[in-house]
């Protein structure tokens, strides 16, 4: 069976290099909005709107399905987007359904200190050129609370800090229980 991973959080919690420590320690595939975006809307034609990164997500849950059909992966992590409101989980929760897969959330915080010197580095790979202070404000005053079963990983001390219980959380959590919160630090 395919679990879809969905990486919540503000801009620099670490989704990406969590994405990217999880992958390597179970495998799987990382289906990044943030990518997709600068694949089907390069250089001048980024313009960072909801409709651009709605039509992204919706290309990306369309892999997403194309691949758990096909057996393909047994972890999807989907990346780049912040589920910082409900319609965002609730869509990819509905697609995960129709497709067959479970699903799980791994929510990342960090202290507003640690998160602006994170964003004050320069990080050319990184494919979202909007990532700011101003923006993580702004994503943080309108984040809904999350209201699904859910792993809280604060990366304060960094990612590494969290990778085992993110682990644990996603191959030792029964299919058929998405139960109660859960917190690993």
């Known amino acids: ?3 879809w ?3 919540a959080g503000l801009p620099a919690t670490g989704k990406s290099t969590l994405a990217g420590t999880l992958q390597l320690r179970l495998g799987g595939i990382i289906l990044d909005k943030d990518r997709v975006r600068s694949a089907l809307f390069p250089g001048a034609a980024t313009d960072y709107t909801r409709e651009q990164d ?3 997500m919706r290309a ?3 892999a997403a399905h194309s691949l758990t059909a096909n057996h393909r992966a ?3 992590f989907l990346d780049g987007r912040t589920f910082s409101r409900k319609t965002q989980l609730d869509e990819v929760i509905a697609a995960a359904g129709l497709s067959g897969a479970v699903w799980r959330i791994l929510h990342l915080s960090c202290s507003d200190a640690v998160a602006e010197a994170r964003l004050n580095r320069e990080d050319p790979d990184h494919p979202a050129h909007n990532r700011d202070m101003e923006l993580y404000r702004r994503v943080k005053k309108n984040f809904e609370p999350i209201v699904y079963p859910k792993l809280d990983l604060d990366t304060s001390d960094g ?3 969290v990778v085992e219980g993110a682990v644990g959380y996603l191959v030792g959590m029964d299919v058929r ?3 109660s919160e859960h917190r690993a630090q």
Do not use: F, H, S
Request: hydrophobic share 50%; charged share 20%; net charge negative.
């Open 177 to 179: 229980a998405q139960g």
């Open 159 to 161: 990612v590494e800090a």
């Open 54 to 56: 709605d039509l992204c």
């Open 5 to 7: 991973v969905l990486l």
């Open 1 to 3: 069976m395919t679990t």
């Open 74 to 76: 047994e972890y999807i």
């Open 60 to 62: 990306i849950l369309d």
